[in-house]
């Protein structure tokens, strides 16, 4: 699945932005910021809500906030169709993810880079999703952290061996010249901001990424 950020995008034609991909792209990515968990600042609540009736792409929030135990639900509750929130930054990351699903979205964790994911393997069945950021989280247009590249397969074993539905999201620097690595290496979901909407024709360079990630995606284990 390809989730164009719109982080990228201009902030006062989103709806624009959003309608330029609709059946193009599966999922619109949203990052929260809320210059206290992350340096930048960028939309909450109402610009969710407002983008949630002006287009009908699903929305995948992505909640760089301190207290997302206060604050994520209601994303859910809004009609968003996944929140992922920062396990750095969670108090209660279990009943959290109980309490975004109770409300009918898909319940995502992210991982900083410098966070390891085997500390976090009982969580993965209370999971959806598990973001591996590979960008520092905070800002768009920064290079992709192949150094990241072992936690995604590291990840990709633990999911294959536990027989999970989850999906495996990159986030930061993903472009056609780095998301065959992602596939690569078990992503399955992939967020990109600039590479997209930084393109001259934002649906052609999604139709690229996708086309590339699929090239570059393992043969599936007959075994
Ligand atoms: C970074 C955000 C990303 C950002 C990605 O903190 O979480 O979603 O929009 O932007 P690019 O694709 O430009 O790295
Ligand atoms: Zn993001």
Known sequence: MIAPSILA???AR????????????????????DNHFVPNLTLGLPVAQSLL???????????MIEDPDRWAPAYAEAGAAGVTFHVEAAR?????AREIRA?????????????????????LPELDLLLVMTVEP?????SFLDA?????????DLVRGRELELRIQVDGGVSASTIAACAEAGADTF??????????????????????AEAGRPPIDSG
């Open 148 to 156: 990241m590249l072992p936690k995604i397969r590291r990840t990709r």
């Open 103 to 123: 409300a009918g979205a898909k319940a995502g964790l992210a991982l900083r880079p410098a966070t390891p994911v085997d500390q976090y393997v009982d969580l």
């Open 138 to 142: 905070g800002f768009g247009g920064q």
């Open 14 to 33: 989103l709806a624009e932005a959003a309608a330029a991909l609709e059946g193009v792209a599966d999922w619109l990515h949203v990052d929260v910021m």
């Open 92 to 96: 209660a990351p279990i009943r959290l």
């Open 191 to 212: 967020v990109s901001g600039s590479a997209v909407f930084g393109a001259d024709d934002a649906a052609l360079a999604v139709a690229d990424l996708r086309r590339i």
């Open 53 to 63: 009736a002006a287009t009908s792409m699903p929305l995948d929030c992505h909640l």
């Open 9 to 11: 995008a201009d902030f």
